[in-house]
């Protein structure tokens, strides 16, 4: 006989059109301005966490990976891929969705869609570090790699560094022309570029965001001057990068968690001792961040499972008491903790 699961049995669930309707009912903006800040926490209180680089198995197309972390009373992870042959097959680079326990029982108290989620969270790290690294009164970036990630970094730096114009670059101007119509009406002043050196024209802030399985150069070494902040996104996996290697040498270089950095980053061409600042000293006070207006600082970015937690944290804390939530049968629950047996005879048919 089937009965209904107990309220022990049922974990919120927040699909892709749930989050859909809940990042609108708070604003795109007000969400990045909102993550920005659970990061910043989280990073704040950063020797708490479980740290370990993502566990991440290869193919010779792309990757999926896991990304876990806790902090004592919560645990969260993400599952990932990055593809980026998946857009000329008319699938996403990045597909995700996540999850959060309760440290004490084990038990999941949420599950949820994370390819937007990240794309958001992407951004608004991206953001945070821009708000500690950029030239002060930055209000111009250029934007190369146009895809899925773009609106959302262009957005968070209007919201959070007060960018007010974005100049687009896209080896497919296809993409160039999705990002720039999408931008349409947000307040930034949008500038399409043929090249990529046009794009860089008098911005503060550089963010490439590419996708390509291989060492690129989007950024060659002429092409950066000094004073400038540079918020390297696409460079994540291993033999895939973004930069040239003497911009590297002349940068002041700030990641996330160095121990997957190395391995997965921009600073994957470099030595092993290559000096690093970890962001989050930077946010504490115990490291400087830009100290001269003419130095090179550079967020290599390669996202890292705190930033989940961070995400997964607040939508928990917004979908409670809501109806951007289902509830997913997804715990069995037996009367009789252990007769979980008992329960799979009783519900034969
Ligand atoms: N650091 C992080 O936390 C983080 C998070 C999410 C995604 N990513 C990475 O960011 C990158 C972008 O992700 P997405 O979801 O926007 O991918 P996407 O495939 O939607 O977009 C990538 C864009 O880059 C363009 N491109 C590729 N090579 C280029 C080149 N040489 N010059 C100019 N443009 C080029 C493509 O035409 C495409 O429009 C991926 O590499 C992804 O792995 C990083």
């Given at each position: 006989m089937m009965t209904s699961p107990s309220d022990k049995a049922l974990v919120p669930f927040v699909s892709v059109d749930n989050m859909m309707r809940l990042v609108h009912h708070?604003?795109?903006?007000?969400?990045?301005?909102?993550?920005?800040?659970?990061?910043?926490?989280?990073?704040?209180?950063?020797?708490?966490?479980?740290?370990?680089?993502?566990?991440?198995?290869?193919?010779?197309?792309?990757?999926?990976?896991?990304?876990?972390?806790?902090?004592?009373e919560a645990y969260g992870f993400k599952y990932?891929?990055?593809?980026?042959?998946?857009?000329?097959?008319?699938?996403?680079?990045?597909?995700?969705?996540?999850?959060?326990?309760?440290?004490?029982?084990?038990?999941?108290?949420?599950?949820?869609e994370m390819t937007i989620l990240t794309a958001l969270r992407t951004a608004a790290t991206s953001a945070m570090a821009a708000k500690y690294l950029a030239p002060k009164g930055s209000d111009t970036m250029a934007m190369i790699g146009n895809g899925?990630?773009?609106?959302?970094?262009?957005?968070?730096?209007?919201?959070?560094?007060?960018?007010?114009?974005?100049?687009?670059?896209?080896?497919d101007a296809a993409a160039t022309d999705k990002c720039a119509t999408?931008?349409?009406?947000?307040?930034?002043?949008?500038?399409?570029?043929?090249?990529?050196?046009?794009?860089?024209?008098?911005?503060?802030?550089?963010?490439?965001?590419?996708?390509?399985?291989?060492?690129?150069?989007?950024?060659?070494?002429?092409?950066?001057?000094?004073?400038?902040?540079?918020?390297?996104?696409?460079?994540?996996?291993?033999?895939?990068?973004?930069?040239?290697?003497?911009?590297?040498?002349?940068?002041?270089?700030?990641?996330?968690f160095p121990a997957q950095t190395r391995i997965e980053g921009e600073i994957q061409q470099m030595k092993d001792d290559f000096a690093v600042t970890e962001l989050w000293q930077v946010i504490t006070g115990q490291q400087q961040g830009r100290r001269d207006p003419?130095?090179?600082?550079?967020?290599?970015?390669?996202?890292?499972?705190?930033?989940d937690f961070s995400a997964l944290r607040y939508i928990r804390d917004k979908v409670a008491g809501t109806a951007y939530k289902e509830d997913l049968d997804m715990l069995a629950d037996p009367d009789d903790p252990r007769d979980l047996f008992g329960m799979l005879q009783r519900a034969k048919t």
């Open positions: 708070i604003g795109v903006e007000q969400v990045l301005i909102d993550l920005a800040s659970y990061v910043e926490n989280d990073f704040r209180r950063w020797e708490l966490f479980d740290k370990t680089p993502r566990v991440a198995s290869h193919s010779d197309v792309g990757v999926i990976e896991l990304m876990p972390t806790s902090d004592g990932v891929n990055g593809h980026p042959k998946n857009t000329s097959e008319g699938l996403q680079t990045v597909t995700a969705f996540g999850l959060l326990a309760d440290v004490y029982t084990g038990y999941p108290v949420l599950l949820t899925a990630q773009s609106e959302f970094q262009s957005l968070a730096m209007k919201a959070i560094v007060g960018l007010k114009t974005v100049r687009l670059y896209d080896k999408n931008l349409q009406g947000s307040g930034l002043n949008v500038v399409k570029c043929a090249t990529p050196q046009e794009a860089i024209e008098g911005a503060h802030i550089l963010t490439t965001c590419t996708a390509d399985k291989q060492n690129a150069t989007i950024l060659s070494d002429n092409m950066v001057g000094a004073g400038v902040h540079i918020n390297a996104i696409g460079g994540d996996c291993p033999g895939k990068t973004e930069l040239a290697k003497g911009i590297l040498e002349r940068s002041d270089v700030f990641v996330e003419r130095q090179i600082t550079l967020f290599d970015s390669v996202g890292f499972a705190i930033e």
